[in-house]
């Protein structure tokens, strides 16, 4: 099992920046994956950036050159930096760990999330 959690969001003025945190309870080299999604007011969650184990991202189209996902191994800790937000970036963004286990199955852990408001 793995515990995520996560801290930075906030309100933000359009074209500002947010830089948010997820701490894991484990060792992010034992995670398959992690990753930063979204869910707005009525919509889906939806992913935003992910981040394997390899170091592969591959961002929404919405968000490329705008948000970058990064982590620190000593602090088991994921990063998304947002920048020139807008206020369509308007969500709760939740951390996502995915374990996959020798068996074949897998599990997805999920963060509480954290508020993005970002007026115009």
């Known amino acids: 099992q793995v515990q995520l959690v996560e801290s930075g969001g906030g309100l933000v003025q359009a074209g500002g920046s947010l830089r948010l945190s997820c701490a894991a309870s484990?060792?992010?080299?034992?995670?398959?994956?992690m990753g930063w999604y979204c869910q707005a007011p009525g919509k889906q969650r939806e992913l935003v950036a992910p981040l394997t184990s390899g170091g592969v991202t591959n961002y929404a189209d919405s968000v490329k050159g705008r948000f970058t996902i990064s982590r620190d191994n000593d602090k088991n800790t994921v990063y998304l930096q947002m920048n020139s937000l807008k206020p369509e970036d308007t969500a709760v963004y939740y951390c996502?760990?995915?374990?996959?286990?020798?068996?074949?199955?897998?599990?997805?852990?999920w963060g509480q999330g954290t508020q993005v408001t970002v007026s115009s």
């Open positions: 996502n760990a995915k374990l996959l286990y020798v068996s074949g199955s897998n599990a997805n852990y």
């Open positions: 484990r060792s992010i080299f034992s995670i398959n994956a």
